[in-house]
């Protein structure tokens, strides 16, 4: 009689069917409104600009429950929990938010953007090893730098009014489908910008680093080192 009690609570059990360490799971996080977006973690964020605020977060349940998206100020920061020390898994997040003014990426991961994505004033920041990357960008003006040995491309749209990018390290900014009147590049080290100016390029390079145009602008160019400012052949 027992050992029937036994199977009959086990059967019992089993019909839970609890959610393993190693099953992917998907997450729905409520959070604040922001128009930022701060990356502290290895995960991959796909960025939507849309009407309606949503983020939502994949990965094993054990990694997410690691995880905290909490808005401080406008800022959307993602990041590991304080007492956490442990390797996080593939992470993914999903982000829906009506306005973007600014997204930085400290560490190795990633923000894409797969759908154009507007607004006016765009502050980006990478220090470390990771990426931010636009399919298209339309801004007035925007801000972009790099620290370490990490990436920035923007593969179409235009800026209205100018770019400032500054590369510390040996990092890329990439950017020769975007169009901008007015850009100011700045490297330290042996980083590297490929631009299209339409009327103003000014470049400050110390050290090996290049910086590549295209368009037909007026060129100020100052470099301490072997760096070079040329057109694109």
């Known amino acids: ?26 997450e729905t996080r409520n959070t604040g409104q922001f128009s930022a977006v701060s990356l502290a973690l290895s995960a991959d964020v796909f960025l939507t600009q849309g009407p309606v605020q949503k983020i939502e977060i994949e990965g094993e349940k054990t990694s997410i429950e690691e995880i905290e998206t909490v808005v401080e100020g406008e800022i959307l920061r993602i990041r590991t929990k304080d007492k956490f020390h442990g390797n996080i898994g593939k992470v993914s997040v999903y982000i ?17 953007a797969a759908s154009d994505i507007r607004t006016d004033e765009l502050d980006l920041n990478v220090s ?46 990439s950017a020769e489908g975007f169009s901008v009147p007015e850009t100011d590049v700045t490297i330290t080290g042996s980083g590297s910008a490929r631009v299209w100016t339409v009327k103003e390029l000014e470049t400050n390079i110390t050290g090996s680093g290049n910086v590549i145009f295209k368009g037909n602008p007026q060129v100020n160019a100052n470099s301490t080192g072997s760096g070079r400012t040329r057109p694109i052949q």
């Open 1 to 26: 009689m027992k050992n029937l009690l036994l199977i009959a609570a086990l059967l019992a059990l089993s019909c839970k069917a609890p959610v393993l360490s190693g099953e992917t799971v998907k």
């Open 128 to 173: 470390g090893s990771g990426s931010i990357r636009f399919s298209k960008l339309s801004a007035r003006e925007v801000s972009a730098t790099i620290t370490g040995s990490g990436n920035i491309d923007v593969s179409a749209g235009e800026a209205q009014s100018e770019l400032d990018v500054v590369i510390t390290g040996s990092g890329s900014f």
């Open 96 to 112: 829906t938010v009506p306005e973007i003014n600014a997204l930085s990426v400290a560490g190795s991961g990633d923000i894409a």
